[in-house]
């Protein structure tokens, strides 16, 4: 009896022991990382703008066309009404000595500014640097040339204006946005 006992206390330690379950499997997936290493002496960022890594979204908001400047000069409306611009001054952030130049280009160009996509008609935007109107009729792209020094603020300021040659009037309601790349070389 007492052979039989350990047997069946044996083969029961065996019998448990074979059919115990497997750990369940849980949640199973895979952790991706993303980014890049670049060596770029310099940083863009703008207070007057989101970013997004280096693209950075300029909201203009809604305007009148009585608010409107002109192409020649942006800063002053044709409907006698206060114009609004829209600063987006950026700050580049350098290895200290380094000479910094910043390209602009319109990925369309109307006139001396920039061409605006969407429904709205007449309208286009321009912009400066301090108070200089950035022509980019004959070229298609501006450089600008910032000093040297580890922060450098280039001043800009974006103006929904008319189209060279049209008046109030002529402006029509709707969307408008445009897409300027820019480029940062340095020295």
Not at 11 to 35: D, K, N, R, T
Not at 62 to 87: D, R, V, W, Y
Not at 178 to 184: G, R, S
């Amino acid at each position: 009896m007492k052979k039989s006992f350990v047997s069946i206390a044996i083969l029961s330690a065996l019998f448990a022991v074979g059919v115990q379950a497997a750990p369940a499997v849980g949640a199973m997936g895979v952790i991706s990382f993303e980014g890049s290493i670049t060596v770029d002496a310099c940083q863009v960022t703008s207070g007057g703008a989101t970013s997004s890594g280096a693209d950075m979204l300029v909201s203009m908001g809604p305007h009148s066309a009585e608010t409107l400047g002109t192409e020649a000069n942006p800063a002053m409306s044709a409907g006698k009404l206060s114009t609004i611009a829209k600063s987006i001054d950026l700050n580049v952030n350098c290895t200290e000595g380094t000479k910094v130049f910043l390209s602009l280009k319109p990925s369309q160009v109307m006139g001396k500014g920039v061409a605006v996509n969407g429904t709205a008609q007449g309208v286009q935007i321009m912009l400066m640097n301090g108070s200089n109107v950035l022509d980019f009729s004959e070229k298609k792209e501006v450089i600008l040339e910032a000093s040297s020094g580890s922060k450098v603020q280039i001043p800009l300021k974006a103006y929904y204006t008319l189209q060279a040659g049209k008046v109030v009037s002529d402006a029509k309601a709707g969307s408008a946005s445009a897409l300027v790349a820019y480029t940062l070389s340095y020295e």
